[in-house]
């Protein structure tokens, strides 16, 4: 299957498979955030990740995935997730935790919708589990969320003291300085304590990511990127 719509993308080949079934691309968007014509992949379960560079933003992308030959042994067990995706880098100004966001944002309108009650219960219900949410209408639609309140995972290091990409992230955002980034006796705070904390949309435009650490994240934040998603059957 793939995300890009109809006729816009071919299947790659076999050889471009590898050992595994699937198989992930990313096309680079144009200075003019159109989608460009050059797609690259995108390793599932590599080492060390995928470069890629934007006007905001510089650092690598590693996509992992249970169930295929490649998958990590001690990523998964025990967990419900099917996926795991990190993104690491620097940002190349600061830019304020309310516009730096994470979610899907679709080219097409979507069709084949579930009847109008039940998909209005459903935006109920992942607007009751992040108030953040923004969800766009039938003929813009996306679902975007500040990345501060929705990614499972955010740690913030000194360059050249970051973790390992494909290692098991932990939640610390205290080297941004703040009290408000550490709890009463001076842990990290936990992913629900951020998540109840930057619920606040005063909080979020208080506080910035700033251009000198670098910060893995367990989910993309928006770039200009077309994603193409491939699976052999």
């Known amino acids: 299957m793939t995300l890009a719509a109809p006729g816009e993308a071919s299947l790659p080949s076999k050889k471009a498979f590898g050992l595994d079934p699937v198989l992930l691309q990313y096309v680079p968007a ?3 955030g159109l989608p460009g014509t050059s797609p690259k992949q995108v390793p599932i379960n590599g080492g060390s990740g995928t470069i890629f560079e934007t006007d905001l933003f510089k650092g690598r992308v590693a996509f992992r995935m249970t169930g295929l030959k490649s998958s990590p042994a001690q990523l998964f ?3 419900q997730r099917k996926t795991h995706l990190v993104v690491q880098g620097k940002f190349k100004q600061a830019l304020p935790f309310d516009d730096v966001l994470t979610g899907q944002q679709f080219d097409h309108p979507l069709a084949n919708l579930p009847a109008p009650w039940l998909l209005s219960g459903l935006i109920a219900v992942a607007r009751k589990i992040n108030p953040s ?8 639609p996306c679902i975007l969320a500040p990345i501060v309140t929705a990614a499972q995972c955010i740690h913030v290091a000194r360059e050249g003291q970051q973790p390992a990409i494909d290692s098991t992230p932990v939640e610390d955002m205290s080297l941004l300085g703040c009290r408000e980034f550490t709890s009463s006796k001076g842990h990290p705070l936990t992913f629900d304590q951020r998540k109840l904390l930057f619920g606040d949309a005063s909080r979020r435009r208080a506080h910035t990511f700033d251009a000198e650490h670098v910060r893995p994240r367990k989910l993309l934040p928006v770039c200009s990127f077309e994603y193409k998603w491939w699976e052999q059957v």
């Open 30 to 32: 144009t200075q003019e």
């Open 133 to 140: 949410l923004t969800i766009g209408n039938l003929a813009a």
């Open 77 to 79: 067990p025990g967990k």
